[in-house]
């Protein structure tokens, strides 16, 4: 390329960083009239910036240097800070940036190469990871109860499966597609197979149990549930014969009974600030399946766009779900110089639901409302902006126009419509409305606001949130749907203990929730965010800002460790949720690369009774699996690599 962006951490003191930035012309071509774009997630100080001036909304930050030409071979070099707390990783840089420049009369835009961000204190720990020996039952999670028994269970060409159960046809269904799929291998459904589904009504939800003898297979369970896990289990036991021959498979001899720790074990994926596609949510959904998963959180909109057909507003994906220097949505993250987004049909959603309806998992989508709304704003400005509102607010992510307004007429019409399709398009019982990061001075200079404030009389800003969030509550109640929210939901105290409650910011609050009679779902992002950097290097992809999260760390999350097993407060935790936020997650192996083998962890606190979980044991079965994920072409971090 012919331009170069260099950036340099100069200095770091009390929450307060300086940069160094140089852009290269390494061109013949001298740059006239140009400026910078350039994507960057923290804030730029006001007033900080030598040698120009520049505008952020978001990550989006627009540079007009105070020099009208950069000269061919030369460079231009700026310094600016940063209210934050020190870099560590490469991917705390810059993501993408471009130069705009005037060639006889026209603008042009480039693209810019950029180096590595030049760290003033990276790391110096790093994570280890014992060697271990391959564990020949590589299951994960680790079955509550085990024995290995003596011998084989040997299969060549084809297996019969004889399923008895309705319960299992499902279940049935998916474990002959991915025997295919993963092992080559034909499965068919037969009154006399060796493989056999039976109903047992003495297990409860999702427990089963599963007998691999010398002669067959005998699965039984009481509930759909219970088939998939079993199913999922089988998956993971299949090998490879010693001769190693493709038309034949194994199965070691073992006697399995198996159920849940927690009933609520979940996963969320953020497909507001980079748009996954629909094959890319099907194949996590599958994997979720894998690992005895049965929740599936969509976060289906924010500030950075809209991701879902609503008819009643057809312009919050046509105008919402893109972004790009000509859109409503400035360019925010990465794709700077292209127009970036997509959505979901809602006969595309119908798909994935019954998708994950096969394999067990239960999809609830998120709707972010007060804040994180920015997207909808800028697509329904008629509906949702007070032309005459005042108020100065940034948000955590940079923004200064992310709130739907509750002292507008427009804002409940908007709710009414999104909800009744949202409730109508997706058959779980639950709808998750975020409610987070609401941003300090919200609504404090709108009319509408301090009226209602003053007709309700209401003292802060967290009573109008809490207001939407009521009204947001009952609407869905009268729709049959229970609403969710992170823990910001219960700020205003306005909404009943029927909201339950997904707590982000520490374990700690999330007990001080279900100590106030909320049920809780634990999402700890300390413990839990699969965003987050898994080894200290400074090249590791992800961010730190609850910590870096490798994987030992991420195994030995033990749920409610200070808690006594007999403290009545444990029936409020429903269980634990892990999740994937995707600032900087835009491509399926960087999805990949991020979730695996860190899932494999969760699914083991969220399955597996703490007294069966063990570090070496479990590295000893990981070593074993990795086959499985090479298989299935999945590009996951090598723990031993």
Known sequence: MDYRLDLVVLSEHDQTCRFGMTLHNLGEQDLINWSLTFAFTRFITPGSMTHGEHHQVGSFCQLKPDTLVLAANHHYYCEFSVGSFPFRYHTDGILDAFVESEQQGQKVRVPVALTPLVLNSPHTERSFVPSVIANELALLPHPNQLQRDNGHFVVKRTLGVACHSELATSATQWLIDEFARIHQMKLSNSRNGLLIMKSNPTLDEGEYSLKVTLEGIKVEAGSRSGFTHACATLLQLAQLTPQGTSDQVQFPCVTVRDAPRFRYRGMML??????????????????????????????????????????????????????????????????????????????????????????????????????????????????????????????????????????????????????????????????????????????????????????????????????????????????????????????????????VIYSWLSEEAALNCARNGFDVVLQPGQSTYLDMAQDFAPEEPGVDWANALPLERAYRYEPMSEIPNDDPLRKRIWGIQTALWCEIINHPARVDYMIFPRLTAMAEAGWTQNSRRDWLDYLGRLKGHLVMLDKQAITYRNPWK
């Open 270 to 499: 953020d497909c507001s600030r980079h748009f996954h596609s629909v094959a890319t949510v099907k194949r996590l959904i599958n994997q979720l399946a894998h690992y005895k998963f049965n929740t599936f959180h969509w976060h289906l909109s924010d500030d950075e766009g809209w991701r879902i057909e609503i008819n009643a507003y057809p312009e919050l994906t046509e105008k919402g779900a893109w972004r790009g220097l000509d859109e409503v949505c400035e360019p925010q993250y990465s794709h700077l110089l292209h127009r970036y987004g997509g959505f979901y049909t809602q006969a595309q959603v119908r798909d994935v639901i019954e998708y994950a309806h096969q394999r067990g998992i239960t999809v609830i989508p998120e709707i972010d409302i007060p804040g994180h709304c920015r997207a909808a704003v800028k697509s329904l400005p008629d509906l949702l902006v007070e032309k005459e509102d005042t108020t100065e607010y940034r948000s955590i992510q940079n923004y200064r126009d992310n709130l739907l307004n509750p002292g507008l007429a427009g804002t409940y019409q908007f709710l009414d419509r999104v909800l009744e399709e949202i409730a109508e398009l997706f058959p779980a019982p639950f709808v998750h409305i975020g409610a987070d990061e609401v941003p300090h001075g919200a609504w404090t200079g709108s009319p509408s606001c301090q009226a209602l404030m003053e007709q309700e009389g209401y003292c802060d800003s967290k009573e109008l949130q809490g207001h939407l969030l009521r009204y947001a509550e009952k609407k869905l109640r009268s729709l049959g749907k229970r609403m969710l929210g992170w823990e910001e939901a219960q700020h205003g105290d306005k909404v009943s203990k029927d909201t």
